[in-house]
């Protein structure tokens, strides 16, 4: 479908090079996404993906920017940033409304759910945000707009980083049926890296932050139901999922925040589960999966410390002694500098744990068997601790140093990381005394032998059937001797078997 819509009276189709004005930063930002999903159809497939709908090959994508709908109530003051349109090769059309922000600005609620009610009166089936604020996932919604609404129209957000990752991973597979598809989207990619767009990435924590890391500090106590508490988890959850963002770009393989299936469900439970977190132990935490790693990568940061940990854990071998576990790990940490790094030793049953610094940890097996003489230890836990002091409370050196933290621990830690593999059952030798050894034979002359006797059998078979053919015969037919030779008989001597009637 390329013709505009009948229910719109303006909108402009969607250009790589937009004709905007430099001050609309948002129009021409959309009006050149729209333009790449049209142009470029496995990064639309990929996007729409993100969202559950599934774009064929033959989908035909149209969009439009700045489109005003027929004069209505609800739609006398508000005017979307863009429009898209996918219909399948089957028929099926699937269209939604977008509103994007840039820089600083943020999506207004308001805004969006008469959007929603636009969308519901026009049969358009959903409303997708666009800004600098992130969320778990793109099925999450950074509003609500009633579950009256909810019902007809549905809710998506994709940040503009998580855009421009996405055209990222997409060009790093090389999956284009054209090469101007790989160049357009590479331009896409450098249009919205530019700083003049005003897309970024989540760079500073909540204006509370501080306030609520200087009460914990002054042993204060934090209320889960708080609007500080409650922000500075929200900003956490924005942060962590720039984090995971951030190593999908650096590792070009794509990085997801593990969640229950209840949180990624409902944002808001995981948010009220987090507060009361927050509020009781005073730490925020994520866990981030990256394929093929040996374990999930646990980010947190402690209020109470003021320090940032990031770590992983590995179930230990199962040998014999604690030195010979130790040594396990100390193999695949020989590149790892030992500058703060830790490792938790779990013990089984009710054995307090046992925690040494990597340096300690190599200082011989006389060292480890002393300081596990109460047990082996079946898991570790090997973590990266930085302790930022007063870096911590700052809302800004806050991000800073995680985003720090993690990429350097996954480098000097976790991709070194492998989950011990026991090793497969081997041949087992028979058990045979030394002295017997030589005299017994082994497989192969067991082997030789047996084919041997096999062959005397044959020769003793073949013997008696030339005895019994001897005496029915001439006696000018003579057999010859069969000698048990090892070899096989000359097959040639004996009487031809279609000869038998005649020597009756």
């Not at 559950?52 to 709908?69: D, N, P």
């Not at 026009?122 to 909810?150: C, M, R, W, Y």
């Not at 402690?302 to 604690?322: E, F, N, V, Y």
């Not at 002359?445 to 041997?452: N, P, Q, S």
């Amino acid at each position: 479908m390329t013709a505009r819509p009948d229910f719109f009276v303006k909108g402009e189709k969607a250009r790589l090079i937009p004709v905007a004005a430099d001050s609309n930063k948002e129009v021409r930002a959309t009006s050149v996404f729209l333009a790449a999903m049209m142009a470029v159809p496995p990064f639309a497939e990929r996007m729409l993906d993100t969202i559950g709908q599934k774009a064929g090959k033959r989908a035909e994508v149209s969009s439009f920017t700045e489109v005003s709908f027929k004069p209505s109530p609800d739609a006398k003051n508000f005017r979307p940033d863009g429009y898209i349109s996918v219909l399948s090769g089957r028929g099926r059309q699937w269209q939604a409304l977008f509103e994007a922000k840039i820089g600083n600005a943020e999506i207004d609620p308001d805004q969006v759910r008469s959007y929603a009610a636009l969308a519901k009166d026009n049969g358009i089936d959903a409303v997708i945000t666009i800004s600098n604020q992130f969320v778990a996932l793109p099925t999450h919604s950074l509003v609500s707009v009633g579950k009256v609404l909810e019902r007809h129209v549905t809710l998506y957000h994709w940040s503009w980083m998580f855009i421009i990752t996405e055209a990222m991973l997409l060009i790093g597979d090389d999956e284009f049926s054209a090469p101007e598809q790989k160049f357009i989207l590479s331009e896409l990619v450098r249009f919205l890296s530019h700083e003049s767009t005003g897309v970024r990435r989540f760079d500073r924590m909540n204006k509370e932050w501080k306030d609520v890391v200087l009460s914990v500090n002054a042993r204060g106590t934090l209320s889960k139901s708080s609007p500080e508490v409650i922000n500075t988890v929200a900003a956490w959850h924005q942060e962590a999922r720039d984090l995971s963002l951030l190593m999908t770009r650096k590792l070009r393989s794509r990085v997801r925040q593990k969640l229950s299936r209840a949180h990624a469900n409902d944002p808001s439970a995981r948010v009220a589960a987090d507060a009361e977190t927050l509020s009781k132990d005073h730490t925020l935490g994520v866990e981030l999966e990256i394929p093929d790693a040996a374990d999930t990568l646990y980010v947190q940061a402690d209020m109470t410390r003021r320090c940032l940990i990031a770590s992983m854990s590995l179930d230990a071998p199962d040998t014999k002694r604690a030195s010979s576990r130790i040594n396990w790990l100390l193999k695949q940490l020989q590149k790892s500098e030992p500058a703060e790094v830790h490792v938790e030793a779990i013990m089984p049953g009710r054995t307090p744990s046992v925690r040494m610094t990597l340096a300690q940890l190599r200082g011989g097996d006389e060292v480890v068997d002393r300081a596990f003489a109460a047990g082996l230890p079946s898991s570790f836990r090997i973590m990266m601790v930085r302790d930022i002091a007063g870096r911590f409370s700052g809302n800004k050196t806050f991000v800073e140093e995680l985003e720090r933290l993690v990429p350097e621990f996954y480098e000097n830690i976790g991709q070194h990381l492998q989950a011990f593999q026991p090793k497969p059952p081997q041949v087992r030798a028979e058990n045979i005394p030394v002295e017997e050894q030589e005299t017994r034979p082994g497989l192969k002359e067991v082997a030789a032998a047996a084919d041997e006797a096999a062959e005397e059998a044959l020769n003793v078979v073949v013997a008696a059937s030339a005895a019994e053919a001897s005496e029915s015969c001439d006696e000018s037919v003579t057999v010859p001797d069969v000698t048990p030779t090892g070899l096989p008989p000359d097959r040639s001597a004996f009487p031809d078997q279609s000869s038998d009637q005649s020597l009756t």
